[in-house]
């Protein structure tokens, strides 16, 4: 009888501990956000997603009640490890779109009737859309990611103070080229306009950087906003177009692996994964200068999953997930924090990134580039353009 007493009390107290512990906050809870209706998991198992990746625990860890996350962004430019792992640590199911231009992105978006949460767009873009109230500011004390950044890459003029836009991915438009196809390797883009590529050429289909580039070889800025120089340039820009194989945003790099062109421009990751298919193939910086550019994470001002927004920009952008840019998407990484990382964890990944003239721009190459910005009125003089000259 004593001993079921003792046993019953000790019962009573055990339970009793327990509930004040819950009451002091004194419970372990999961690093992950717990959906509302998910029982909480805790567990020291690893989290692993299905190509074997150990997903690491949210860093900056958040209070979220959206189940759902709507992003709207480029193509082949999120590492799958990295929606996979954002789902299992989470909870959160990500729902993606994608788009091949700012065009794309910007006239889907502002013609209404969409949910997304994020968009990816590129710094001149970005400049239109806050001026026409498109996007939400930031609140910063709900991005302690920021921490991660290179400061070179913030601050800039599309987005002062980067109120509304995070840093994600930075690179170049320039001149590539398979050195085993073409005996006459061009060092300009004004070459480009020779007879012997013409049928040989892939472009991106991006009509800023191609204009751009058009201008810059009649000696214009590329962001001119006088009619006179871009209807000279429309009439250059419209005796390339015939030479031009294909314009391609999606995935510049599979004609030039396969053989089907041997040259022509497109962006730094894509020449550098054609490079490691194809040693031969070279990104060369023209002497009129390469175009720059930035793309940002940007929040819809009627954004539905705002909590969740800022949960993805967290988890996906810490050191020890973003780094899978420099396997997956190598462009020019602004996280520092990601970079150092790689060179702690991933040598073989950092040393590649370092090493190439590529990812790592020689520095007379970045201060001769050229960056587009938002021209204003002007802008839909450019769409006709670009309209025009591929049309026709």
Known sequence: MFSGFRSTLIFILLAFSLLLGACAGGTATPEAVVPPGTEPQVSDEAI?????FECPKAEFPMEVTSTELNLFVWTEYIPPDTLECFELVTGIKVNRDEYSSNEEMYAKVSAGGTAYDLVLPTDYIISLMIRQGML???????????KN????YLDFEFDPGNKYT????AGMDSIVVNTDAVENVPDAWEDLWSPEYAGRMIFLDDSRAVIGLTLLTLGYD???????????????????????TVFDSDSPKTALIAGDVDLGMTWTAEALLAQQENPAIEFIYPSEGAILWMDNWAMLKDAPHPDAAYAWMNYSMQADIFWLMLKDF?????NQA??????????DLYDAYMGSTITNVPVEAVENGHRIQDVGDTTPLYDQIWLEVKGG
């Not at 692993?48 to 074997?52: E, H």
């Not at 939400?136 to 302690?144: M, Q, T």
């Open 48 to 52: 692993v997603t299905s190509s074997g």
């Open 136 to 146: 939400a500011e930031l609140d910063h004390s709900k991005l302690p990611v920021m």
């Open 149 to 152: 950044f290179d400061p070179n």
């Open 166 to 169: 995070i840093p994600y991915q």
């Open 222 to 244: 590329v962001n001119t906003t006088d009619p006179a120089q871009l209807e000279e340039a429309k009439n250059k820009l419209a005796e390339l177009v015939p030479n031009i």
């Open 330 to 334: 190598p462009y020019i990484n602004p």
């Open 338 to 347: 990601a970079l150092d990382f790689a060179k702690d964890n991933q040598t």
